[in-house]
């Protein structure tokens, strides 16, 4: 069975930092690129990070150089560190893994084939 589970969110203070991490089972991450996602309430989702089998990197405009995408195959795990986080990355975060090259489009959920449940990040004062 193929599951992605997402774990680390929680409620921190504006300027803290979380590592969320994303763990599968059922399959093995190297062969996939992995996205992270959010959704705030009343709002679409929207692409937040990705990365690639060979390691290339995406991030939204909004997060660069405070968000860091990595993995881990030999722990089956791709993290999202957050640091210096503002109110406005209150949302819940999903990963999900792409069996296709996504070319440039890597923000595009449609391109995804598996997803986790989410994991709410919540900063607030």
């Known amino acids: 069975q193929v599951q992605l589970v997402e774990s680390g969110g929680g409620l921190v203070q504006p300027g803290g930092s979380l590592r969320l991490s994303c763990a599968a089972s059922?399959?093995?991450?190297?062969?996939?690129?992995i996205g992270w996602f959010r959704q705030a309430p009343g709002q679409e989702r929207e692409g937040v990070s990705s990365?690639?089998?060979?390691?290339?990197?995406y991030y939204k405009d909004s997060v660069k150089g405070r968000f860091t995408i990595s993995r881990d195959n030999a722990k089956n795990t791709v993290y999202l560190q957050m640091n210096s986080l503002k109110p406005e990355d209150t949302a819940v975060y999903y990963c999900?893994?792409?069996?296709?090259?996504?070319?440039?489009?890597?923000?595009?959920?449609?391109?995804?084939?598996?997803w986790g449940q989410g994991t709410q990040v919540t900063v607030s004062s």
């Open positions: 999900a893994a792409a069996t296709h090259s996504y070319g440039g489009s890597w923000y595009l959920p449609s391109l995804y084939d598996y």
């Open positions: 059922g399959f093995t991450l190297d062969r996939y690129a």
């Open positions: 990365i690639t089998v060979s390691y290339l990197t």
